[in-house]
């Protein structure tokens, strides 16, 4: 149950119908992994530990933070049992055909809700993986060139705000996963050039997380 005192530290989001007093207790609950360097990953785990998350693993990466809810536990290696975890990249040259990254916190056989955030060229990418795809074969459900190819980032100026609007949006959908987990896993991107989408991504999944052989 909540206190007196947490809920007037979250009542801004209490209030919201998919949160309420349950998805504050939900939250206060969760453990979330966060792993990437610069600004997106600060974002994410600042927007994170301020809505209360109870426990962040942080990798090396990630650096100082502001100051986070008195609530939030961060810690500098991930816990045995991360209810979400969340990895911020940076992408140079890119295969469309085979999309190439490391896997943060060796995350890519576990069987547990994934969001990553990508900086990619000309786009910003987040794909919030629950079920199928996993970080394993989430590139079968890419369209060609969807990933953005292996261009410039259009102009310096669009590059520091970018990189705050992935942190923030990553953040959102680990909020999402752990108030009400989705059916299916979404990617959403937005380009330098005002651009927009979001749809469902589904493939037939892999050894990972299909059960298969």
């Known amino acids: 149950m909540l206190t007196d005192a947490q809920v007037e530290r979250y009542s801004r989001q209490i209030i919201l119908p998919e949160v309420g007093g349950r998805g504050q207790e939900r939250l206060l609950g969760a453990r979330v992994a966060v792993a990437g360097a610069g600004p997106a990953a600060a974002a994410a785990a600042t927007l994170l530990g301020r809505a209360g998350v109870g426990t962040l693993d942080l990798s090396a990466g990630v650096g100082p933070l502001p100051e986070l809810s008195p609530d939030c536990r961060p810690s500098s290696s991930e816990g045995p049992a991360a209810d979400v975890a969340v990895g911020l990249l940076e992408l140079g040259a ?110 037939a999944g892999c050894s990972c997380c299909a059960g298969s052989p």
């Open 94 to 203: 890119i295969d469309d055909g085979a999309p190439a990254h490391g896997a943060p916190f060796g995350l890519e056989a576990a069987k547990r809700p994934f969001v990553l955030g990508l900086f990619a060229g000309d786009r910003i990418l987040v794909a919030t993986l629950v079920g199928r795809p996993c970080m394993r074969c989430w590139g079968q459900a890419l369209a060609p060139g969807e990933l953005g190819g292996a261009r410039a980032v259009g102009g310096a100026g669009h590059a520091a705000p970018a990189r705050l609007v992935l942190g923030a949006l990553a953040a959102n959908e680990v909020l999402r996963i752990l108030l009400s987990p989705p059916v299916h896993g979404r990617l959403t991107t937005i380009g330098f050039d005002g651009s927009a989408t979001a749809r469902d991504l589904a493939t």
